[in-house]
């Protein structure tokens, strides 16, 4: 082999290294740019986890409430009815 045939498979694998480099290099920050994403579409979701808990918790709370003022509104009825009817 002559020195320039050498010469230009040495270019030839310098190029295609630096391709690879270049590819690798590419790669990492599109990992760590859907490493970053990812953390946030997380944080969203642990967000959105504890809205609806708290939902949950407060449509209990109003189960609650409402079956009261049920039982309250019953007993006033009760009352009403026992003020107002005709003794016997």
């Known amino acids: 082999m002559d020195t320039r045939e050498e ?7 310098k190029s295609f290294g630096k391709r690879v480099d270049d590819f690798l290099l590419e790669l990492h920050e599109a990992g760590e740019k859907l490493q970053k994403e990812f953390e946030e579409k997380f944080e969203e979701l642990k967000e959105t986890g504890e809205k609806l808990k708290k939902e949950a918790e407060n449509k209990e709370r109003w189960k609650e409430v409402e079956s009261n003022l049920k039982k309250a509104a ?6 009403f009815k026992a003020a107002f009817r005709e003794r016997k």
């Not at 010469?7 to 694998?13: A, D, I, L, R, S």
């Open 74 to 79: 019953d007993e006033l009825s009760n009352a």
């Open 7 to 13: 010469g230009k498979n040495e270019k030839t694998f």
